[in-house]
C-alpha cells in the first residue's frame, strides 16, 4: 500500500515536469539548500543565545527575528524537501539516511514543542531555566545531526 502511493507520488504531473526540467531540479535543491541554511542557522543561533553565548545583543528582539525567520524558511524547506523527495520516493523512503533525518525531524519538533512549553511562563528579561537550556543544548545537538543525515542520503 505504502508502495503503491510513493510510485503515485512519483507519477504525478508535477514531479514529471520537475524530472523533464533541466532547470527545476537544480533551483528547487538549491533553494531547499538556502531554507535549510536559514532555519538551521536561526535555530542555532536562538540556542546559542538562550544558553548566554552573546549577552551584549538584547534577548527578545533577537529570539523574535530569528523565530521570524525560522517559521519562514520551514515551510520552504518543506516544500522544496517533498519535491526532491518526490523525485525517487520510493528509492528515499526506504533510505536509511532518509529515516534518520525523518526520525531527527520528529524529535526536533518534539523538542520544540516541549522547549515552547517549559519556557513560555518565563517573563521577558528573567533567566530561562535550566530545564529551557537543556532542550536548547539537545536542538543544538539535532539539527547539525539532520543536516548529516541528510548529506547521506545521496550516497547510501
Same mark, same amino acid.
Given at each position: ?28 535543491n538549491a533553494l531547499h539548500i538556502l531554507s ?56 528515499? $523512503?526506504?533510505?536509511? !539516511?532518509?529515516? +534518520?533525518?525523518?526520525?531527527? /525531524?520528529?524529535? *526536533?519538533? &518534539?523538542?520544540? #514543542?516541549? @522547549? ?13 531555566? $535550566?530545564?529551557?537550556? !537543556?532542550?536548547? +543544548?539537545?536542538?543544538?545537538? /539535532?539539527?547539525? *545531526?539532520? &543536516?548529516?543525515? #541528510?548529506? @547521506?542520503?545521496?550516497?547510501?
Amino acid at each position: 500500500m505504502l508502495a503503491d502511493l510513493l510510485a503515485a507520488v512519483e507519477r504525478l504531473p508535477v514531479v514529471g515536469a520537475l524530472k523533464a526540467s533541466f532547470y527545476a531540479y537544480p533551483l528547487v535543491n538549491a533553494l531547499h539548500i538556502l531554507s535549510i541554511g536559514m532555519l538551521v542557522g536561526a535555530v542555532v543561533l536562538m540556542d546559542l543565545r538562550i544558553l548566554g553565548v552573546a549577552r551584549g545583543v538584547e534577548r527578545e528582539p533577537f529570539l523574535h527575528l530569528m523565530r521570524v525567520t525560522a517559521a519562514l524558511a520551514f515551510p520552504v524547506a518543506a516544500l522544496t524537501g517533498f519535491a526532491l523527495f518526490s523525485v525517487r520516493a520510493g528509492e528515499y $523512503a526506504a533510505n536509511p !539516511a532518509f529515516q +534518520a533525518k525523518l526520525a531527527l /525531524l520528529v524529535l *526536533a519538533g &518534539l523538542n520544540f #514543542g516541549a @522547549f515552547r512549553r517549559i519556557a513560555a511562563p518565563a517573563a521577558a528579561g528573567t533567566a530561562y531555566p $535550566a530545564p529551557a537550556k !537543556a532542550l536548547a +543544548a539537545l536542538s543544538l545537538a /539535532l539539527w547539525p *545531526a539532520i &543536516l548529516v543525515a #541528510g548529506r @547521506f542520503i545521496g550516497f547510501l
